[in-house]
């Protein structure tokens, strides 16, 4: 049972990149999913989440607008979407899912509690 973050690379500004976040064992249409990245040296943020089943999505201010999370429940995989890239987006980005009913929405809390996080992938963005 676990989530694999995938996707990440070296990019240059302007560009648009996707990640994936994989899951095995579970059946991630159950779980709200969120993204998180944290840049050398900083804290941990929240990027943006999607709810269960299908559920909307919710972004943070720094990223609206240029972020965009899917899932594809027959691939058991929710994708983070990025556009428009910028260096300050250089970070590991991580997935985590919680066992979320479609009501209960979704979040990219750091403090919550979730049941599955991804290992993280980096993203390096040239300028």
């Known amino acids: 049972v676990q989530l694999q973050a995938s996707g990440g690379g070296l990019v240059q500004t302007g560009t648009s990149l996707t990640l994936s976040c994989v899951a095995s064992g579970f059946s991630l249409r159950n779980y709200a999913t969120a993204w998180f990245r944290q840049a050398p040296g900083k804290e941990r943020e929240g990027v943006g989440c999607i709810s269960s089943g299908d559920g909307g999505a919710d972004y943070a201010e720094s990223v609206q607008g240029r972020v965009t999370i899917s899932r594809d429940n027959a691939k058991n995989t929710v994708y983070l979407h990025m556009s428009t890239l910028k260096p300050e987006d250089t970070a590991i980005y991580y997935c985590?899912?919680?066992?979320?009913?479609?009501?209960?929405?979704?979040?990219?809390?750091?403090?919550?509690?979730?049941?599955?996080w991804g290992q993280g992938t980096l993203v390096t963005v040239s300028s």
């Open positions: 985590a899912a919680v066992n979320f009913p479609p009501r209960y929405g979704c979040a990219a809390n750091p403090t919550l509690t979730y049941d599955y």
